[in-house]
């Protein structure tokens, strides 16, 4: 790996880890992260993990210039997932020349602050490089590139991260398959080729496919059960579903989304909210965060009762960072904590989540 030095946070951690020892603490989990801040709160992470699961933000590379946003993203987050530093046009700008640098850089802060990467994401129809999409490709040039691209990153970070979304948003909203450049060219078996050719380079990392407007059942996330179905069956390296989770307080909650996770995880595959955000009509009003507030908290919940949720990751943290308002103009204040980074009624509503015991599978 290029890119920043880790030595100074490697220390500042190793020294936290002594004290921990000295102290008689144990040396890693929550009893460790609360040895490092003694008469501080749990933080999310913390708390999640008394669940067996992970608690995680988004970041992106122009915002790691930010200390005090930084400091928070390395104090209460066990997950990190780069928003942007490794899709395919940060990761092969020139065909087969790789800059793996944006990507680096993130996992290097991350392992710096013990923290976990999901890799997001090898094949997805948007973000891709002009020399990709500027020029028709037949299907053995197109294959090839796709193989090179998929496993000169995945073995880049073999080790490094512990799950890749291979395949981000395949399907429409009636599950059909998404018209792209991948399926008009390969036909839908891309997404069991990416998946192999993932699993190749990398045996050991999580393979997932990812997408939104899939946590409540309905024609898009049948789609994916049948996929998932079809590929396990066919023994295709397929480990989990991620549930992007991007929701809006005007079309209402996704109340069938524990019952969804839970048949997922019935094929035998691990499930993930892994880019959470719950937009709203901006002015923000004290109902809207309030409402805001309960539905981080069922969603939470939801994955907390469903054995094979294995984490939750908010699509970055705070409302200085969100993508929401670029996208939605009008809306916003989707994150848990707001633009100066002061913990929202979305924030306690989370920690209240993560305290309850657990309950039922
Ligand atoms: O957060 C990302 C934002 O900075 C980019 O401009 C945007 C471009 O589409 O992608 C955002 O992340 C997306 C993610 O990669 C896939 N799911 C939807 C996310 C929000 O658009």
Not at 201 to 216: F, G, Q, T, W
Request: charged share 25%; with cysteine; proline share 6%.
């Amino acid at each position: 790996m290029r890119t920043t030095s880790t030595t100074a946070p490697r220390l500042v951690l190793a020294g936290a880890l002594a004290a921990a020892l000295l102290l008689g603490g144990a040396t890693t989990g929550p009893a460790a992260r609360a040895a490092e801040r003694p008469g501080q709160e749990h933080t999310l992470a913390d708390l999640a993990q008394r669940h067996g699961r992970y608690f995680g933000s988004a970041t992106d590379n122009p915002e790691l210039a930010d200390e005090p946003y930084t400091a928070l993203l390395g104090r209460e987050f066990d997950q990190i997932t780069p928003g942007n530093g490794m899709k395919w046009y940060a990761t092969e700008p020139r065909q087969g020349v790789f800059d793996f640098s944006q990507g680096d850089e993130i996992v290097n802060l991350a392992r710096s602050k013990g923290q976990k990467v999901r890799g997001h994401t090898l094949v997805w129809h948007s973000q891709l490089p002009d020399w990709l999409t500027g020029r028709e490709w037949t299907a053995p040039e197109l294959r090839a590139v796709l193989k090179k691209h998929i496993q000169t990153q995945v073995r880049h970070y073999r080790g490094k991260v512990f799950a890749w979304d291979v395949v981000n948003e395949a399907f429409n909203e009636d599950g059909t398959y998404r018209d792209t450049v991948f399926l008009r060219t390969l036909g839908p078996g891309y997404i069991a080729d990416a998946l192999r050719w993932a699993h190749q380079a990398d045996p050991h990392v999580r393979l997932y496919l990812n997408d939104y407007n899939i946590e409540a059942t309905g024609p898009k996330s049948d789609a994916y059960h049948e996929l998932a179905k079809q590929l396990k069956a066919r023994h295709v390296p397929l480990h989990g579903i991620g549930f992007q989770t991007h929701l809006a307080l005007q079309y209402g909650y996704p109340a069938t989304l524990e019952d969804n996770l839970r048949r997922f995880s019935r094929l035998g595959l691990d499930t993930a909210l892994t880019e959470v955000d719950v937009r709203m009509q901006l002015p923000a009003t004290e109902e809207k965060l309030a409402e805001q507030a309960r539905w981080y908290r069922s969603l939470t919940e939801a994955c907390l009762a469903v054995r094979r949720c294995v984490g939750i990751t908010l699509w970055d943290y705070t409302d200085k960072y969100s993508w929401i308002p670029a996208f939605f103009p009008g809306e916003g204040a989707a994150l848990p904590w707001d633009e100066a980074l002061r913990p929202k009624p979305a924030y306690h509503a989370l920690r209240e989540a993560l305290q309850t015991p657990r309950r039922g599978r």
